[in-house]
């Protein structure tokens, strides 16, 4: 993704990388379909960590879409939700809103992290230096967003936690 955003810019890069990650996404949410009970049997051998994906199957469209886009920030891994969530009953609408939603700090970050390698290249390139300006622009602009993308994380996994808390006593 970074190389998109050395490549393409951010307006660009961010339109590219969207566009590839939601077909990356409905792919296998939509080969997924084709193995619904094998999927299920297969998330049945690990309830405990199911659980946090059925709750992206609950509710009415808005907490699925809530529940898509948690799972999609926190560190759960995404080819296993890509294809576990066709088991639960998710729709295709909050499922790519969601996932959508999700993964744009992650989007960001990278476009990010690929203007500041590219402006490093060009400047070792031309055998210049970076000026203080640029250094310190590229050096708070970084920080903000890998603290953003950290605390957006720790908020997610949270309310995880709190939608797995009020899932289970119902």
């Not at 909050?94 to 476009?111: D, K, N, Q, R």
């Not at 640029?134 to 950290?150: D, M, R």
Request: proline letters at 3%; aromatic letters at 16%.
């Amino acid at each position: 993704m970074w190389m998109a955003g050395m490549s393409f810019g951010y307006f660009y890069g961010f339109l590219i990388i969207t566009a590839a990650m939601s077909i990356g996404m409905s792919l296998p949410f939509f080969i997924g379909s084709a193995f619904h009970s094998k999927i299920h049997r297969w998330l049945e051998k690990w309830p405990k960590k199911a659980a946090f994906v059925r709750l992206a199957g609950e509710g009415d469209w808005f907490h699925q879409f809530r529940a898509v886009a948690l799972l999609r920030i926190s560190p759960f891994p995404y080819i296993v939700f890509n294809y576990a969530s066709v088991a639960t009953n998710v729709k295709y609408g909050p499922y790519i809103a969601g996932s959508m939603a999700g993964t744009v700090h992650e989007t960001f970050l990278a476009i990010y992290s690929g203007k500041l390698l590219q402006s490093l290249a060009v400047a070792t390139t031309q055998g210049s230096f970076l000026s203080v300006d640029q250094i310190i622009y590229n050096g708070l602009g970084f920080s903000v967003a890998a603290v953003s993308t950290a605390a957006i994380t720790i908020y997610a996994k949270k309310a995880l936690q709190k939608l797995q808390a009020d899932d289970e006593l119902c």
